[in-house]
């Protein structure tokens, strides 16, 4: 049984996975937290007391690490006794940490594909670019290391593989929806790091279609969706993580994902990007300081944490798989809704953050109890559903099924 956990990381997700940590530390044993910047883990550590979130008196301390540096990352990992590691770092930091972990043998976990700062929107499959290299390091050091365990990526995977083990007998398309309904008031902002959130807009959209990748312009493909709770939203196809892994799993079907989008936040993004304020290439103003555009846009915008108290309404996420059930054409919508305040509420985040922090979590529950602790790399679809949908229930991130007949059941 593994146990001890450091979590790599110190933004909104970071303090969800800190609460349900803490809520469920009579599993997981001491935990830590580590970022570039010590006083924000501090912080964290601060307001999972404040809510009285630990489950049993114990062990939670805060370390600065820059976690780019992948010895530094194994000495804490070494000095902590960390057996599992949850990293809800940058995407910038995926592979520096995931090689920690194979040195000390660590599981590791995280919420999104790794990035290279210098490049946007690599070549497809992007997980072919970097982590899955790392398949054989793995298991020769017999290292669990599971990939984008967030929700997109992540719960929505384990989707994928509940419709194919339960619902359906053939699959043939999976179409990703993830709407928020959800307002935090600002004139703009991003529900997670802005640098992040506009990067995976300005590039190609990649779907996997007719057995091969198709390529797309951001909002140039629309449509509406009626959606439980939510009701009628607009979503356009946008490339995404786990597009990229299930299209392997599933490469005889269609793998699509939908992300809502307001008119408001499409004309503030386009001005944006038309003006050249969202690249990654520097320039030099006019007194000679060189700049980053987009990270002068990131640091003008709201903290993404900061949304959090003022946050209302709902999220909802969720796959409809379509295929076919006893010689029949068939279709499930397999989903989840998160409310903003109850978020907040309970771990003072607001939904998006709630929907991404918890995930993990359950799987660190999992790895630390044998269920998933497979010794080797994997995507989510590649492990068992079941255990992963029932415990994220059980910790607030409800599965539910509309059947093709309409039905519309808990899992």
């Not at 703009?188 to 312009?217: H, K, M």
């Not at 108290?309 to 499930?332: F, H, Q, R, S």
């Not at 919508?333 to 309970?346: G, I, L, T």
């Not at 939904?351 to 993990?360: D, E, F």
Request: negative net charge; aromatic residues 8%.
């Amino acid at each position: 049984m593994k146990r001890n956990v450091l979590i790599i990381g110190a933004g909104g997700v970071a303090q969800v996975v800190a609460h349900k940590c803490a809520q469920n530390n009579d599993i997981l044993g001491e935990l830590h937290i580590a970022s570039r910047t010590k006083a924000k883990c501090d912080a964290i550590i601060a307001s999972v007391h404040e809510k009285n979130a630990m489950k049993q008196p114990g062990t939670f301390e805060a370390h600065g690490v820059d976690a780019t540096d992948t010895a530094a990352v194994a000495d804490l990992i070494r000095g902590t006794g960390a057996q599992i590691v949850i990293n809800v770092g940058s995407p910038f930091v995926n592979m520096p940490v995931l090689e920690a972990c194979i040195q000390t043998g660590a599981a590791y976990m995280d919420t999104a594909i790794h990035e290279d700062p210098a490049k946007i929107c690599e070549t497809p499959p992007w997980y072919g670019n970097y982590e899955w290299k790392r398949r054989a390091a793995c298991a020769e050091a017999g290292v669990t290391a599971i990939l984008g365990v967030g929700f997109d990526p992540g719960v929505v995977n384990a989707y994928a593989r509940l419709a194919e083990e339960e619902l359906l007998d053939t699959i043939e398309s999976i179409d990703i929806v993830d709407i928020n309904a959800g307002s935090h008031g600002r004139y703009f902002a991003t529900n997670f790091d802005p640098e992040i959130n506009f990067r995976e807009f300005t590039g190609t959209v990649y779907s996997w279609q007719g057995g091969a990748w198709q390529t797309n312009r951001m909002f140039e493909i629309g449509r509406e969706w009626d959606l439980p709770v939510v009701g009628k939203q607009k979503a356009y196809m946008t490339g995404h993580d786990e597009v990229h892994s299930l299209s392997a799993r599933y490469s005889h079907a269609d793998v699509r994902f939908w992300m809502g989008f307001g008119d408001h936040y499409i004309n503030v993004f386009t001005v944006l990007k038309n003006l050249g304020l969202l690249s990654e290439q520097p320039v030099k103003t006019a007194e000679g300081q060189e700049v980053i555009p987009l990270k002068v846009v990131k640091a003008v915008l709201p903290d993404p944490a900061s949304l959090a108290p003022d946050y209302t309404g709902k999220t909802c996420i969720g796959d409809l798989v379509k295929g076919t059930k006893d010689g029949k054409p068939a279709e499930v919508f397999v989903y989840n809704v998160a409310d903003h305040k109850d978020a907040f509420d309970e771990v003072g985040s607001q939904g998006i953050s709630y929907t991404a922090g918890v995930p993990p979590v359950a799987a660190a529950i999992l790895i630390a109890q044998g269920t998933w602790d497979v010794a080797r790399m994997a995507n989510v679809e590649d492990l068992e559903p079941r255990p992963f949908l029932e415990l994220l229930g059980r910790m607030g991130l409800p599965t539910r099924v509309i059947d093709t007949d309409g039905t519309d059941r808990a899992l």
